[in-house]
């Protein structure tokens, strides 16, 4: 092994050590988002969408809306220990639970692990000016596009995509479109090519 391997070994064996009082809620949270069953995709659509109708009938400036995720997390993180012992009393922990559990950590690590080299990339190599002009057009359709459009229904619209995109990866949706769309264009190309005999 060399020893950039080494590292991360040691850094993903610290990762699920950090989260080792979270791993019942995890490996469950893990399933929803991925939708072991059918009605999961419903659950986290409708969940999202309560969070952001009170959130919208609240109409909560950002600074008290962050300062209030900020106290619920912090107090999330303080009582889910205690909390996860009394729910999570009951599910035998075996080796299906570990390989997910496991599973999920390393692609926390691999997330966390791309984060830094785009940091990296963006904020202390030396970029070309095309680069940077393209950076600075996308910025700004992204400053024009959230002038006029809702700001909380984007967050709402963004969410439910990340939410959601686990179990579109997970249910293969992607493929299924994509190979229904190439089927559709190849169906088309051959009437036409019939046609221009």
């Not at 830094?116 to 095309?130: A, D, G, P, Q």
């Not at 179990?167 to 264009?185: H, N």
Request: glycine share 6%.
């Amino acid at each position: 092994m060399t020893t950039s391997q080494v590292d991360q070994k040691r850094a993903l064996n610290k990762l699920k050590h950090d989260l080792e009082p979270f791993r019942t809620a995890i490996v469950s949270a893990y399933g929803v988002l991925t939708w072991e069953k059918n009605y999961y995709p419903g659950v986290v659509f409708g969940s999202i969408s309560v969070i952001f109708l009170v959130l919208w009938y609240m109409d909560l400036s950002v600074i008290t809306m962050l300062s209030l995720l900020a106290l619920l997390t912090t107090v999330l993180d303080y009582v889910f220990p205690t909390i996860s012992r009394l729910l999570f009393s009951g599910v035998n922990w075996d080796g299906d639970h570990e390989a997910k559990f496991e599973d999920v950590c390393g692609q926390m690590y691999n997330i966390k692990a791309n984060l830094v080299v785009w940091y990296e990339y963006l904020f202390k190599e030396r970029k070309s000016t095309v680069f940077v002009i393209m950076i600075g057009v996308f910025l700004v359709a992204l400053a024009w596009i959230g002038a006029i459009v809702n700001n909380l229904l984007l967050m709402y619209l963004g969410t439910l995509l990340i939410a959601m995109w686990p179990g579109l990866q997970e249910k293969d949706v992607f493929k299924g479109i994509t190979k229904k769309a190439s089927k559709i264009i190849n169906e088309k190309i051959q009437c036409g090519k019939r046609k221009l005999q």
